[in-house]
């Protein structure tokens, strides 16, 4: 219990924390960045990140991804692409461009009984399977 000697009193219409409420972490980096002039990245600048990234040589990646004058984004996407992993990176990097691949299924029936055709809309192949 604290020391009622220690005590301050506060003069009426007084606040005791004339800073207000310290501003939380996230929202005193957006303010810092919007006070140095960087604006907010839309969803469409991410897509043409990733479009022109999808089109660079080997060599335009690597050196992209070790310029510290680049921004981050790119850096660390063009890292990515060239890692072991890089397929996989650029077939997400697809994905999120230009949405991804649906597959149409399509049901119905013979007399030879019920049969399922797929259609893979990536490929020109088709599988068909009966039950």
């Known amino acids: ?17 004339p800073k207000g409420r310290p501003r ?3 929202s005193s980096v957006i303010a810092k960045l919007k006070d140095k002039g960087c604006e907010q990245v ?7 990140v990733y479009q ?9 990646l690597t050196k992209m991804s070790n310029d510290s004058e680049v921004p981050m984004v790119f850096q660390v996407t063009a890292k990515s692409i060239l890692s072991k992993s890089g397929f996989e990176i650029i077939e997400t990097m697809l994905d999120r461009a ?6 149409n299924t ?8 019920f049969s399922i055709k797929l259609i893979d ?6 599988n ?4």
Request: hydrophobic content about 25%; aromatic content about 4%; glycine content about 12%.
């Open 1 to 17: 219990m604290a020391n009622e000697k220690n005590l301050k009193k506060w003069k009426k219409g007084q606040s005791g924390n």
């Open 24 to 26: 939380k972490l996230v």
């Open 42 to 48: 839309d969803k469409n600048a991410v897509k043409q």
């Open 52 to 60: 022109y990234l999808i089109g660079l040589t080997k060599d335009e």
């Open 98 to 103: 230009h949405g991804k691949a649906t597959q």
């Open 106 to 113: 399509k049901l119905g029936t013979s007399e030879e009984g």
């Open 121 to 126: 809309a990536r490929s020109s192949n088709t």
């Open 128 to 131: 068909n399977g009966r039950i």
